[in-house]
């Protein structure tokens, strides 16, 4: 690296009957930016003993701030929470359901650097975690035996028995946090009833936990437990008929849906939590009994979640071309159990509205919005629109909102810019095509660019190269920003830095410039 010296990236694969890997040791012996030797180590690892199934994937890095400097070199969805995973597991299927049997090691590494503005709370490391989950469904004699109006059921269940020890070593936090020990179980049953137009699903589960902390809680205990019941029922409906939408013959649909919840309430701001995290609300949360994902919070909901989809598919062609949709939540009591700890006494949720269309072959919309019915404002809307009038050529816009939080807007492209595409001209002709791709965002609350990319590619034929210039903000007010040079020879190999990936990435549509090119004889030199 012209800025920071000589380094060594190495990985070894291996394929074997019964396991497969790959491990990468990336070595910078001296960074003259950072002033010492920096590494990172990645494996990933698949495999089997007889009826038991292993996977690991570990990711580790040498300092707090390489996910910054060496950003592409970083696997991790979350580049500052670096995982070291590893799950072994049993599946056994039986006459009347499945048995799956796994235990679990997870230890986190987290970059957390000197800003203290950025600091971010430690995950729980499981060492170990241990469980067993049962799936059934009953057999025919009992199924004969329920006939709830008229129409046989099926009925099915699960159960979770797990233990799992949480720690935080290593960390700042590590002498004030409280780890422990956790026993937990998951169950449910539940009666699905249905047919090609409706579904009826009640259903009862339960949420139980035991803990046994390493520190007393605020209120002097160590041990503690809670029992959590709750039920839904989830109703829906499909109704269609044949329609017309701009003079086209449609098929509409109209799917109304309801989703009620009754979790009582049970006192938890004295239980700890390992693993629990509120879930984003939108279209798929809101049927949901649960605001939370994890184990060790339950919220005490008792609502109903009302909701319709309209959808127009073209008789022709079976594509869906318009969708509309909305839903709101109505809350019979209050509310005590919420993310944010506050009680909501608010009887009616936030409106979500959704919207797609595919009206004309080149232009593609979609958008959501949320919106307070008491306040009148909008909190959350995304709008985007992209149009693709042909072969390697799209343009997206795009503009996302949240209240008091960013708003941001999008421009992305991939466009032909110069000479002849490969498929119009003769073999005979040595000129090759340009073109242009990329994505810029800018916050309009900060007033800056933010995560963009910008790059040329360069089609010969048999070859093609691409560079560009990436631009990634690692802070308030810090970026980084690369230059990517990439050699591709058409159906062999890509040499370089990975542009391909990170366009592909970044620019809603991109489309590979080889991708309609086989490795024939025709292309190669």
């Not at 009826?51 to 970083?74: A, F, N, Q, T």
């Not at 950025?118 to 199924?143: C, H, I, K, M, N």
């Not at 797990?162 to 960390?171: A, H, K, M, W």
Request: proline share 5%.
């Amino acid at each position: 690296m012209t800025k920071r010296g000589v380094g060594l990236d190495s990985e070894f694969r291996y394929l074997e009957p019964g396991h497969a890997g790959r491990i990468n040791v990336d070595l910078l012996p001296t960074d003259r930016v950072f002033g010492h030797s920096r590494w990172s180590l990645k494996l990933n690892n698949d495999g089997n003993f007889g009826d038991w199934r292993y996977r690991l994937r570990s990711e580790r890095v040498s300092d707090d701030d390489y996910w910054k400097d060496m950003s592409r070199r970083v696997e991790s969805q979350t580049p500052r929470l670096l995982a070291s995973d590893l799950n072994v597991n049993r599946q056994k299927e039986l006459s009347w359901g499945v048995i799956d049997t796994y235990a679990r090691l997870q230890h986190w590494q987290t970059l957390q650097g000197t800003d203290a503005l950025a600091q971010f709370d430690t995950p729980y490391q499981r060492s170990p975690q241990l469980g067993v989950r049962v799936t059934t469904a009953a057999d025919e004699a009992v199924l004969d035996s329920f006939r709830p109006w008229g129409r046989k059921a099926r009925l099915e269940g699960s159960l979770e028995l797990e233990y799992n020890r949480f720690d935080l070593p290593g960390s700042a936090l590590a002498a004030q946090a409280r780890g422990g020990q956790r026993v937990h179980a998951l169950g449910h049953i539940a009666a699905p009833l249905g047919g090609e137009a409706w579904w009826f699903i009640p259903r009862v589960s339960v949420n139980a936990a035991s803990y046994d902390l390493d520190r007393a809680q605020a209120d002097g205990r160590t041990r503690m437990s809670r029992v959590i019941p709750t039920l839904s029922i989830d109703h829906g409906w499909v109704f269609e008929r044949d329609a017309t939408l701009f003079g086209r013959e449609m098929r509409q649909s109209l799917e109304p849906r309801l989703f009620y919840v009754n979790t009582p309430f049970r006192d938890q701001s004295n239980l700890p939590n390992f693993d629990s995290a509120p879930k984003d609300f939108n279209f798929d949360s809101i049927y949901t009994d649960n605001q939370f994902s994890g184990v060790d919070r339950v919220s005490d909901l008792h609502a109903l979640s009302v909701g319709a989809t309209s959808r127009w598919v073209s008789a022709a062609q079976g594509e869906e071309v318009l969708r509309l949709g909305a839903v709101q939540r109505f809350l019979f009591r209050d509310q005590y159990v919420t993310p944010d700890g506050q009680p909501v006494t608010q009887r009616f949720s936030d409106l979500l509205l959704a919207a797609a269309a595919h009206l004309e072959e080149r232009w593609w919309a979609d958008g959501t919005l949320e919106f307070n019915p008491e306040s009148g404002r909008s909190v959350r809307s995304v709008l985007r629109a992209r149009y693709s009038p042909g072969p390697f050529k799209t343009l997206s816009v795009a503009y996302r909102y949240a209240r008091a939080q960013s708003e941001q807007v999008e421009l992305a492209w991939q466009w032909p810019i110069y000479g002849q595409p490969v498929t119009q001209r003769s073999q005979a002709s040595c000129g090759g095509a340009w073109y242009s791709a990329g994505r810029v965002q800018y916050s309009l609350r900060d007033k800056r660019l933010t995560d963009s990319v910008a790059g040329f590619e360069y089609d010969a034929g048999c070859w093609v190269m691409r560079f560009g210039l990436e631009r990634l903000s690692t802070g308030r007010a810090e970026t980084n920003t690369r230059l990517m040079l990439q050699l591709e020879l058409v159906g062999l190999s890509q040499l370089g830095s990975n542009a391909l990936k990170v366009l592909k990435d970044n620019v809603p549509g991109y489309r590979r410039l080889s991708s309609d090119r086989s490795p024939s004889s025709d292309f190669l030199p």
